[in-house]
């Protein structure tokens, strides 16, 4: 199991939920301060998806005021606040790629302004830790490809139509390895979560 | 242990290549949480989303699970600005104004604002078109510090809160809604459930505190929310219990030199 979150990330981790929990009960500056704290994590995020930095800023925008618009969607039962936040902002960026002429990949290093010192948060809100360890060593259970693919499917929002291209496989080639990675992967979480 | 959704497969890959793993219903939720699907498949797996709870709650697991790689993505890069100030301005748009043009600095300020409003839509019972216009006068007024010099609007807000007035007419449900705007120095007056009946004007003054003529804010404009500037005379009588009186004249408001029409209504500021 990894380590314990440090005090820092304790701390950012329950301000947002804070916020999160203002924004819920109608309180509109609690928008501003969630920005502040996650901007720099969800534009990694939408950035790594759409390859393109008007693209990602457009995607962030969306998903501010998305979070703005309900609110209510987020179930604090369900998942962490930055959890969730992260995973809409990729769904988002996703959605973006699939209705849209963008093309995804991965951004060019040249891309990344350099972050500035009153981000730290961003350090700071790291999805749960005990998680990231299990999905790590369950993702490491499968074979080298599968790994590859699955996550290639993953960071850079490639469809199976892409990745089968790229791997120069028929569809149902890469399908196959994908499903059958994606049961085994679940069959490993499932049983880590019965433990 | 198995998922409640687990249900007998479904649907075969049409590219069956022998060993074909199922497509279940949990399976289409992985394909989708890990971004693989497009076309048909992403649309069949968005109405399962919307209609059914197991697949929902297998897409969230799915989610949540693969929730950590995103560690990994994030931290590179800072997102310009006017992302910021887009939002800000979407959600100002949203709200009823008009839209756009907000600094980074003063979009903090206005959802500030907007919560302000909302809280005051209870209190004074305000419309909220009034309250919409309220804001747009706050945020966007040319003439207006917030836009200009953010910096220092908290402070000068905070020194000049804004009030409030309803004029119940009668007994009718309808009213005005006056606001005061001291940062602004800009009055808005809401009539939106007056109709013109073509014969009358109604126009609406200030009872000085100190006794003396009352003064005019001018003639009103049914069914319209207006903003008006207010004059130095009229701001420095304006305080926190200030009378207003609706007065019914002539169409174009009180003649000179003639005494006002009847009052029909009244009402006095509060501040919020």
Known sequence: ?195 | MNGPEDILPEETGPEGTGAQPMRDDPMLAAEWALGLLEGEDLLAARGKYATDPQFAWRKEWWDNWFAPWTDDMAGAAEPGDHVWQGIAGRIAAQAGTEGGGLDAASGGDVIELKVRLRRWQWVAGLTSAAAAVALALLAFAPDNAPVTAPGAVPAQIAAADPMVATVPIGETGLRLDVTWIPASDKMLIAALGLSADGVHDHELWLVPQGGGDALSLGVVAPGEVRSMAVPQDIAAELHNGSRLVLTREPIGGKPEGIDAGPVVAEGAFTRV
């Open chain 1, 1 to 195: 199991m990894a380590a314990r979150p440090r005090p820092a990330s304790a701390e950012a981790r329950e301000a947002l939920r804070e916020a999160m929990e203002r924004l819920a009960a109608g309180d509109q500056s609690a928008l501003e301060d969630i920005y502040r704290m996650t901007r720099v994590k969800l534009f990694g995020i939408t950035l790594r998806i759409l390859g393109d930095r008007k693209e990602a800023e457009d995607a962030l925008q969306d998903v501010y005021i998305n979070l703005w618009q309900r609110a209510d969607r987020y179930d604090p039962a369900r998942a962490s606040p930055i959890s969730w936040l992260a995973t809409f902002a990729r769904n988002r960026a996703i959605d973006r790629l699939r209705t849209g002429k963008v093309r995804g990949g991965a951004v060019g290093i040249e891309e990344a302004a350099p972050l500035p010192d009153e981000a730290p948060l961003a350090d700071a809100l790291l999805v749960d830790a005990e998680q990231a360890a299990q999905i790590r060593e369950c993702i490491a259970g499968l074979d080298e490809r599968t790994q590859t693919h699955i996550r290639a499917a993953f960071f850079d929002g490639h469809t199976y139509a892409e990745l089968a291209e790229q791997a120069d496989v028929p569809l149902g080639t890469m399908k196959s390895w994908i499903r059958r990675g994606l049961q085994r992967l679940r069959a490993c979480l499932e049983a880590s979560e019965m433990a």
